[in-house]
């Protein structure tokens, strides 16, 4: 059985910084794709970003790119999700999630283990 516990959530002003991080149990962590998915109150949850099993190739949604960069570290079964430039817009739950195969997917059905979430609040 595969755990994700994610950590890094809080409240920031807009503006400000935060780094998600997601921890996985197993030793196949670096066989997956993962993704960073959000769902704010009264909303869908939405990918935010999607991360392949090597590292080498990344998907943002356009609404992020250019202030959130997913990394991962394979010896650590660590994916990040660094936050910059925060708008009251991104407040949400931040989940990770493991892709079902190497290369990531734009949908949640492409995620076979979810973590918990950690909250993100973004005061304006």
């Known amino acids: 059985q595969v755990q994700l516990v994610e950590a890094g959530g809080g409240l920031v002003q807009a503006g400000g910084s935060l780094r998600l991080s997601c921890v996985a149990s197993?030793?196949?962590?670096?066989?997956?794709?993962m993704g960073w998915f959000r769902q704010a109150p009264g909303k869908e949850r939405e990918i935010v970003a999607a991360i392949s099993w090597s590292g080498s190739s990344t998907y943002y949604r356009d609404s992020v790119k250019g202030r959130f960069t997913i990394s991962r570290d394979n010896a650590k079964n660590t994916v990040y999700l660094q936050i910059n430039s925060l708008k009251p817009d991104d407040t949400a739950i931040y989940y990770c999630?493991?892709?079902?195969?190497?290369?990531?997917?734009?949908?949640?059905?492409?995620?076979?283990?979810w973590g918990q979430g950690t909250q993100v609040t973004v005061s304006s």
């Open positions: 197993g030793r196949a962590f670096s066989f997956y794709a």
């Open positions: 999630a493991r892709g079902r195969t190497r290369h990531y997917e734009g949908v949640g059905t492409g995620y076979d283990y």
